[in-house]
């Protein structure tokens, strides 16, 4: 088993509140979020990416890299895979090319994942998800849920009379979680 770990670089302050799994032998994501203070969970079908593949190479992690481009969630991908790693997977919902995807970044960089680095594990290891206390819903409801209380937290500032300050600067918070990873 090889384990592929990722970081955030200095200056990115992207925090991710949920976990992705893939379940490749049912072609299932599923897909954990927090919206305070539920824990949901909800599946889908792994969707095929249609990569174009690149004519230009690099080195990730000391591994010869191709380049691939594809269409995802409203927004256009550059990765990079090594196909000496034969696994076919990446970061985030990302999959499909004929190696590991060591590096995404959409075109406008607002998004970027890059390995930091790969171990060999002596043994498996597996992957427990807390099911327990996660409420299943589906995609819409959890985007529409998320969206609610954007709103609903300004509101609750408001109602509860802190002052205008806090209150202004709960709305630039919220205002600024505007750009999500999947734009449609």
Do not use: C
């Amino acid at each position: 088993m090889t384990r592929v770990l990722l970081e955030v670089k200095p200056g990115h302050i992207t925090r991710f509140l949920f976990q992705i799994y893939k379940d490749h032998k049912n072609s299932k994501i599923i897909y954990f979020g927090h919206i305070v203070p539920t824990r949901f969970k909800y599946e889908e079908e792994m969707s095929e990416i249609k990569w174009n593949l690149g004519t230009d190479t690099s080195h990730v992690l000391d591994y010869a890299a191709n380049q691939a481009f594809a269409s995802y969630g409203g927004r256009e991908w550059v990765v990079w895979y090594a196909p000496a790693l034969p696994i076919n997977d990446g970061p985030y919902k990302f999959s499909g090319l004929p190696g590991l995807i060591l590096k995404a970044y959409d075109t406008k960089e607002d998004y970027i994942f890059e390995a930091i680095s790969i171990e060999k594990l002596k043994e498996p290891t597996d992957i427990e998800m807390s099911e327990r206390t996660a409420v299943a819903t589906t995609r819409r409801n959890f985007l529409k849920a998320e969206d609610n209380l954007r709103y609903d937290i300004i509101n609750r500032v408001k109602e509860a009379g802190v002052g205008n300050e806090l209150e202004q600067r709960m709305a630039r918070r919220m205002l600024k979680r505007n750009n999500p990873i999947e734009l449609e």
